[in-house]
């Protein structure tokens, strides 16, 4: 079963956003210098979390493809 793509890279841009702006206001950056360092930093960590997501289930559908074809395979091979 894929994963979820959309709530896994919203939840880490998420964490990513509030990660950088706590960074910043413990470094006493100006308000608004924080708030766009930390959504450009979100945007990013989407578009990052994005492609790995997509390239994890392009993996595990690989993975089950191939284990339903080994599973045909046996089927076949027993019967003759």
């Known amino acids: 079963m894929?994963?979820?793509n959309r709530a896994i890279s919203?939840?880490?841009?998420?964490?990513?956003f509030f990660a950088v702006a706590i960074i910043g206001?413990?470094?006493?950056?100006?308000?608004?210098?924080c708030?766009?360092?930390?959504v450009t930093?979100?945007?990013?960590a989407y578009a990052i979390s994005t492609l790995?997501?997509?390239a994890v289930n392009y993996i595990l559908i690989d993975a089950m493809i191939n284990n339903q074809m080994n599973q045909q395979n046996k089927g076949k091979n027993?019967?003759?």
């Open 2 to 4: 894929p994963l979820q």
């Open 10 to 16: 919203g939840s880490i841009a998420v964490m990513c």
């Open 25 to 33: 206001w413990l470094n006493q950056i100006s308000p608004f210098t």
């Open 35 to 38: 708030c766009k360092r930390a």
């Open 41 to 44: 930093a979100a945007i990013i």
């Open 52 to 54: 790995a997501v997509k």
């Open 78 to 80: 027993s019967a003759n």
